[in-house]
């Protein structure tokens, strides 16, 4: 984790950025610790299940949120550059192992 495919400069998140995202993730997991409290309090598995279902869709969507982000700072930056090729390669390559 944390590691990268190439050299390209960076783009740090701007304080707002980072706030926005901490605070879905941190929804998010308000929502497993819920699930964990219906396991406990033997909860309806179909309410369990639609618990389940809404934290794939909240967390793809925490995906889309970084992969748009990611495409407009560092891929735009690595097309520029010239070197756009290796900068999509590895984002297909992440989309790919994202959509399983």
Request: hydrophobic share 35%; charged share 35%.
């Amino acid at each position: 984790m944390g590691e990268h495919l190439h050299d390209y400069t960076l783009t740090p998140r701007t304080d707002e950025e980072k706030q926005k995202v901490m605070r879905r993730l941190k929804r998010i997991e308000g929502q497993v610790r819920g699930i964990q409290k219906m396991i406990e309090e033997d909860r309806y598995c179909v309410d369990i299940l639609v618990q389940i279902s809404a934290i794939q869709s909240a967390l793809k969507n925490v995906g889309y949120s970084v992969t748009e982000r990611h495409m407009k700072h560092c891929v735009s930056d690595a097309i520029a550059k010239g070197e756009g090729d290796d900068s999509i390669e590895e984002l297909m390559a992440v989309l790919k192992q994202f959509s399983k």
